[in-house]
């Protein structure tokens, strides 16, 4: 099976589509399908439809509406992260809250469309995601811009971030989340010791002294601690 962004633009790119408009799905699908090498191979009216046809059919897209009966987008998501399903991700939304981006770009979402003008940028959002590239609507784009400037301003806070291993940024954003070390040491499979001397080692590195001050840390900076 073959990861996001790894297709050829000769390769057609399968779709899968979610909303609980009808009528919506309909002019989405018709739009869609007026693009080359693009192929829409089932629809879904709920979040817990989408999942299950994501895992059956793996398409190479999967393009969800934020806001569907059963499970949303977003938790459909972050399914799809949690059980690494090879699926390029698609929001649609009529949100533009900047909180709501974070969220979905924390769940590697590649493509962020609003709704009121997916008719017209769908089709060059498939094509950015199937090739491994991301696709923010150009309305939301300066999201994106502010995001990266803000995680720089961070590591320039904090450089030690960077001397962080891969295991103590697992254990910084499950901090972030709200886990306890008990939590954590469940989810990671080790001891609930390894998981404090985790934190104790991330708290030496970034000058952080005392757990309240590693929490309030994890989770002021829960948006920029990127997966």
């Given at each position: 099976?073959?990861?996001?962004?790894?297709?050829?633009?000769?390769?057609?790119t399968t779709v899968l589509m979610a909303d609980d408009h009808p009528l919506f799905r309909r002019g989405l699908r018709q739009a869609i399908e007026e693009g080359d090498a693009l192929t829409v191979v089932a629809e879904a009216g709920d979040g817990a439809a989408a999942l299950r046809q994501i895992r059956e059919l793996k398409p190479d897209v999967a393009v969800l509406d934020i806001d569907m009966p059963g499970m949303t987008g977003l938790q459909?998501?972050?399914?799809?992260?949690?059980?690494?399903?090879?699926?390029?991700?698609?929001?649609?939304?009529?949100?533009?809250?900047?909180?709501?981006?974070?969220?979905?770009?924390?769940?590697?979402?590649?493509?962020?469309?609003?709704?009121?003008?997916?008719?017209?940028?769908?089709?060059?959002?498939?094509?950015?995601?199937?090739?491994?590239?991301?696709?923010?609507?150009?309305?939301?784009?300066?999201?994106?811009?502010?995001?990266?400037?803000?995680?720089?301003?961070?590591?320039?806070?904090?450089?030690?971030?960077?001397?962080?291993?891969?295991?103590?940024?697992?254990?910084?954003?499950?901090?972030?989340?709200?886990?306890?070390?008990?939590?954590?040491?469940?989810?990671?499979?080790?001891?609930?010791?390894?998981?404090?001397?985790?934190?104790?080692?991330?708290?030496?590195?970034?000058?952080?002294?005392?757990?309240?001050?590693?929490?309030?840390?994890?989770?002021?900076?829960?948006?920029?601690?990127?997966?």
């Amino acid at each position: 099976m073959e990861e996001p962004g790894t297709r050829s633009p000769a390769d057609r790119t399968t779709v899968l589509m979610a909303d609980d408009h009808p009528l919506f799905r309909r002019g989405l699908r018709q739009a869609i399908e007026e693009g080359d090498a693009l192929t829409v191979v089932a629809e879904a009216g709920d979040g817990a439809a989408a999942l299950r046809q994501i895992r059956e059919l793996k398409p190479d897209v999967a393009v969800l509406d934020i806001d569907m009966p059963g499970m949303t987008g977003l938790q459909v998501a972050r399914a799809v992260r949690e059980e690494n399903l090879y699926v390029a991700v698609v929001i649609l939304t009529v949100y533009r809250e900047e909180d709501m981006f974070n969220e979905a770009m924390d769940l590697g979402v590649r493509g962020y469309v609003l709704k009121e003008t997916a008719g017209v940028e769908i089709i060059e959002a498939l094509k950015a995601v199937s090739m491994g590239k991301y696709y923010i609507s150009p309305t939301i784009s300066g999201h994106l811009a502010g995001r990266t400037e803000r995680a720089r301003q961070l590591l320039r806070e904090k450089p030690s971030l960077s001397n962080l291993t891969a295991t103590e940024l697992k254990v910084l954003r499950m901090i972030a989340q709200g886990k306890t070390s008990k939590e954590i040491a469940e989810e990671t499979h080790v001891s609930f010791r390894t998981v404090e001397t985790h934190r104790y080692n991330i708290s030496t590195k970034l000058n952080l002294h005392g757990s309240h001050s590693l929490v309030k840390f994890a989770i002021d900076n829960r948006m920029l601690l990127k997966a």
